[in-house]
């Protein structure tokens, strides 16, 4: 059984042009939510608010570069800004979610790129081929962080909401796991050797992948560029020393017995 | 005054969602995170402000104390038993109070479940479930029981 050539479908320069719509797509969606929607003049507001509060006591003096690096290892890649609740049982599957999610699209979204620009006639093994490999380990780590996730949303959780009832902030969750379920459907039909079944999944395969980047405008998914910034601002703030959270307190009242 | 949530600090962990008596902080449909659904019905326990881990809670103060154009903001600290306060007025001063909310250790007052359970028959008389003894007092005053009443404690 020989693997169907994608290429015969779908042109090289034809999946170039895919992936740059949806690059694009993406960066439209994401700069109408927070320009068009006065997102960011709103944040720039709530900035100064917060900062009008003054100094505190906690200025560290720290190097803006260092608070960056920070924040960039501790509190993005490795998802530490999940991990605030303090309460293991919520923070640690919630983080373990989160961090499948996280690195599962951004190994998932280097190698498509890769595909579409470096190597777009590749028609390899994914058994063998090394960007294969990575684009499965991508999609899986995003399946499973995605299904971990659909048990850890806060409104199933907290709410005690069904686990079948969707709400427009499930819709980029979905739309992804969905992607991907398809992406492993055309895999495994291409390695099947079928043209038509290749054809008719690809025909469902582009749109499906499409739609989550494109509809960025309308789901969570910007919170991906929101949460670092406000992140590395909230740390830059309390190393110049501005908090508008009041002093520690200097005693303590717990008394021993 | 009722609560309300910053949404660039809230990080969605539902916690308030679970703490709140009034069953008002819910989860927002658009960007799961947490708001307060009927600020009208808020019952102003702010324990949801206190406990916020992110500080993404704050409060509008009553206006004897906060008047108008007003800020105020809560730092919780269990370890040293405290809550903190900071206001800044409309003028641009700054006030900070901070107020005791307990003097044992997080953690260490037993759950009504750690005790054992009372006798039935203790139902009839004047004193509460474990008085006097988890009172750490000897003896408590009580009205002399009715020769009917007295006949169903056994004790």
């Given at each position: 059984m020989v693997a169907v050539n994608i290429n015969m479908f779908l042109p090289a320069s034809y999946f170039r042009l895919y992936v740059l719509i949806l690059v694009l797509g993406a960066v439209l969606g994401i700069l109408y939510d927070a320009v068009g929607r006065g997102k960011l003049k709103a944040y720039r507001h709530e900035r100064e608010w917060k900062r009008s509060f003054g100094g505190t006591a906690g200025e560290t003096h720290a190097s803006h570069a260092s608070v960056i690096t920070r924040v960039l290892i501790r509190n993005i890649l490795f998802s530490?800004?999940?991990?605030?609740?303090?309460e293991a049982n919520i923070d640690r599957p919630r983080r373990a979610a989160h961090l499948l999610l996280f690195w599962g699209f951004i190994i998932s979204a280097l190698s498509m790129l890769l595909k579409a620009f470096v190597y777009p006639t590749l028609n390899a093994s994914p058994l063998t081929n090394p960007l294969e490999i990575s684009t499965n380990t991508g999609n899986a780590m995003l399946l499973l962080g995605g299904l971990l996730m659909l048990f850890m949303r806060v409104n199933v959780r907290s709410e005690k909401d069904s686990m079948f009832r969707l709400i427009r902030a499930d819709m980029f969750l979905f739309s992804v796991i969905l992607a991907i379920i398809f992406q492993f459907i055309l895999e495994f039909v291409d390695l099947s050797g079928s043209l038509l079944a290749t054809e008719i999944v690809l025909i469902l395969y582009l749109p499906v992948t499409a739609f989550p980047f494109l509809s960025m405008a309308w789901s969570k998914f910007p919170h991906i560029v929101y949460k670092p910034i406000y992140a590395m601002h909230r740390e830059i703030d309390a190393a110049d020393g501005y908090s508008h959270l009041p002093n520690p307190s200097k005693v303590s009242f717990i008394k021993e017995d | 005054m009722p609560t309300f949530v910053y949404m660039t600090m809230c990080d969605g962990c539902g916690k308030c969602v679970e703490l709140c008596p009034s069953d008002i902080m819910h989860i927002d449909p658009v960007n799961r995170r947490a708001y307060n659904v009927e600020p009208d019905m808020c019952?102003?326990?702010y324990t949801c402000v206190k406990y916020c881990p992110e500080h993404a809670i704050d409060v509008r103060g009553y206006a004897d104390f906060a008047p108008l154009g007003h800020g105020v903001t809560v730092l919780r600290e269990p370890e040293k038993g405290a809550v903190s306060w900071k206001i800044k007025y409309r003028d641009g001063r700054i006030k900070e109070f901070t107020f005791p909310i307990r003097t044992t250790k997080w953690g260490s007052i037993k759950s009504p479940r750690d005790y054992p359970a009372p006798r039935e028959d203790l139902i009839h008389t004047q004193l509460l479930s474990h008085e006097p003894e988890y009172l750490k007092v000897e003896k408590l005053p009580t009205l002399p029981l009715l020769s009917k009443e007295a006949s169903r404690v056994k004790n």
């Open positions: 530490g800004e999940i991990a605030s609740c303090r | 019952w102003e326990c």
